[in-house]
């Protein structure tokens, strides 16, 4: 079978963009299986999709939907792809997790829900021998206008997944510098987390599976990334890296007996290392740490059962610090119900902790996750109906609707705050170097120009100016907003004085 898998354009797309992991792992099984694949990225350009299916011919279309950002691309070259008389599968985290939503507002044939690679297989194999498609596990279909789930499917063993070939796409494209590493590529350890927070969606798409792959075939692939491209660095795409320490020491001893010189970048829980455990990891090549903090308030941290030790936090930044480790610390303000004062102990955590980098997002509700089936079914929250109705949110810019009992102004002052921090030289000290760290956002924005069509380099500069020109005003605008959580920016000038000494 010729299989055409498609990655949508994005609209109001800023960051340097992504290998599609996902995708790459689905085609390249597919591939050694007998079946031809190819791949479309169209966050890279954007090509007449009418030509692209005329030269293929294309059996099936898989398009890879992962968020809001996709649909109006996606629409289109499903429609294309149906004209063409091929089957069209929508899949991808957003699909898999609101399929009434999808087969509302397109005529598509299957949507393959969570884990791909066993599901394709035995779709094309079954389409090649002409055997009832609705008889697969792991689809979802609409059959007389009501929605038909076949049976689950058991997770794949990722043991029996080849490398993945990386011929399948323009690698260059997506290596970006990071850290002061010049070809940074994205790549998979496992699957899955472990964790039970509410605002996520994986309890629902991964089970709260977790799945390790050979470390064997993943170093197969860096080997190859390394000598073909010249790749310097790892950023690990799992949404966990490592459940505890046995699992992370495995790793290490690999990466240094493999003989490969590579640096590397990772998102995992606080509470499960120790200031020995990241000294290992700094030894193996660790470069830097993303931790989900997500709230300095132990009320709301346990209302998310986010389930991480909160007398560890501080602790784990400074022991990261002290081995030599950037860090990154994430937090989401604005969820259901937050107060004032719960958002002044995040504030004041973020400030006091020894982070690299402290980023802020506004709580957004996905399908899939706990906390966003309870804010529909309680009437508080009505989910766009269409995908033009999905192309005005932006909760990305604005937390709208506001679920929390903090004005709009707060919540944008106190995000654009540590935002412009992180882009300001002059409120560090010379030890963090994060005004490197900040450059480098800059700089992975501006590469996207490269190679791209002049509209999707406008289009990404008035975006991009657009988002600068928010943070800035609302960093600036409302000192009084930000006096009420206790900071400022002479407070901030005071206490790097304090720090220098």
């Known amino acids: 079978m010729r299989v055409l898998f498609v990655n949508p354009a994005m609209e109001r797309y800023t960051r340097q963009v992504a290998m599609p992991l996902g995708l790459l792992s689905i085609a390249s099984y597919l591939q050694a299986h007998g079946h031809s694949v190819k791949i479309i990225d169209r966050t890279i350009r954007t090509e007449r999709i009418e030509q692209e299916l005329a030269q293929f011919r294309p059996d099936a279309v898989g398009v890879s939907v992962l968020s809001m950002k996709s649909f109006t691309d996606a629409e289109k070259v499903s429609l294309a792809a149906k004209r063409f008389g091929a089957k069209v599968i929508w899949g991808g985290m957003f699909a898999s997790l609101d399929p009434a939503f999808v087969f509302d507002n397109i005529d598509i044939d299957f949507i393959s829900i969570s884990e791909g690679e066993a599901t394709w297989l035995e779709l094309m194999d079954t389409m090649a021998a002409g055997g009832e498609l609705e008889r697969i596990p792991g689809l979802c279909y609409l059959r007389d206008g009501a929605l038909v789930y076949t049976a689950e499917r058991p997770f794949i063993d990722l043991s029996i997944l080849p490398p993945l070939d990386f011929t399948l796409v323009d690698v260059e494209k997506y290596l970006g510098a990071m850290y002061g590493c010049k070809k940074t590529a994205l790549l998979y350890m496992a699957k899955g987390c472990v964790g039970n927070c509410s605002f996520c969606f994986n309890k629902t798409f991964h089970r709260q599976c977790y799945r390790m792959r050979p470390v064997e075939t993943f170093l197969q692939e860096v080997e190859y990334l390394i000598s073909h491209h010249g790749v310097d660095c790892i950023y690990f795409a799992d949404e966990l890296w490592c459940r505890n320490r046995e699992e992370m020491l495995y790793q290490c001893n690999a990466f240094k007996q493999s003989g490969l010189r590579f640096k590397w970048g990772v998102q995992t829980r606080i509470g499960i290392f120790s200031k020995q455990d990241f000294e290992i990891m700094k030894d193996a090549g660790c470069l830097w740490i993303d931790f989900g903090v997500e709230t300095g308030s132990p009320e709301v941290m346990k209302r998310i059962h986010k389930g991480i030790p909160y007398d560890q936090i501080e602790q784990t930044f400074r ?46 509700p996905g399908p899939g996750s706990p906390l966003y089936d309870e804010l529909v079914s309680s009437g508080r929250y009505d989910p766009p109906k269409t995908f033009k109705a999905y192309s005005k949110v932006k909760f990305f810019y604005s937390p709208k609707p506001n679920f929390s009992e903090i004005s709009t102004t707060d919540l944008k002052a106190v995000r654009a705050y540590f935002l412009w921090k992180g882009f300001s030289r002059k409120f560090f000290t010379k030890e963090t170097r994060a005004y490197d760290l900040a450059k480098k956002d800059i700089a992975d924005v501006l590469k996207q120009f490269r190679g791209h069509d002049l509209r999707f380099a406008w289009q990404l500069f008035w975006i991009s100016a657009y988002e600068f020109t928010d943070i800035f005003f609302y960093a600036h605008c409302f000192p009084g907003v930000l006096a009420k959580y206790g900071i400022s920016y002479r407070a901030t000038k005071n206490k790097k004085r304090i720090i220098q000494k």
């Open 319 to 364: 022991d990261c610090s002290a081995a030599g480790i950037i860090t990154l610390a994430n937090f989401i303000i604005g969820f259901p119900g937050e107060t004032e004062a719960q958002l002044r102990e995040t504030v004041h955590m973020a400030s006091e902790i020894a982070a690299t980098q402290k980023t802020f997002f506004f709580y957004m």
